[in-house]
């Protein structure tokens, strides 16, 4: 998978060489490139906002920077060789907001899908809506929130998805069995987890866990699951 990430801090994504990405970024697994925003400008100041029409605080990203970024990203990956008759392949191109739709497991697994990814952060108080339009005719476009909250720009968002996306790609995360039973990808919690020793501070670990019975274990996480879900979110099983 192609990653390309556009945003006009582009050191915020220096801890994606770092860990399982990184190994998978060595290995060529994922192929992420982390651009500036400003090398599409061009006057002396590298230019990247202005005061948004209609009035109101703070600022709103030019769209001629994006426009050109976008323009030189979204052609990176070709259609493959064995598929001649095949048009070049479009980008997913993605604009983190809290305006959005909310990223979910379930987005991270499609996203994973996807051949070429963009990322464009925007700052301030948003991106010309323009770009997005404009975006529309050279990929698929997606505008997707963390959550409910505000940060300060697209970037920690970007590096969120980038994680949970990148791990369910195959190869990424050594042993697949590990992506299975985790909290959200059966739509539950995932259980309480323990190691040696096993009384520690006068705290016993739950002795069905060591009592080798592998059915009653896994009945057990069952119902841990349930519990913690029901107690902690609620708002799953009612999905
Ligand atoms: N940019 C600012 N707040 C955000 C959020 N909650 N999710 C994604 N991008 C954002």
Redesign the pocket.
Known sequence: MRIDVVSIFPSYFDGLTLSLLGKARDSGILDVNVHDLRDWTSDRHRTVDDTPYGGGAGMVMKPEPWGLALDALASRVAAPADEPGRAEQRPTIVF???A?EVFRQATARELATRDHLIFGCGRYEGIDERVFEEAAGLGEVRL????D???N??EV?VMAMIEAIGRLIPGVVGNPDSLVEESHEDGLLEYPSYTKPSLWRGREVPPILLSGNHGAIAAWRREQQLERTRRRRPDLLAD
């Open positions: 983190p907001s809290p959005g997707i929130s963390l959550g909250y505000v940060l720009g697209g968002a």
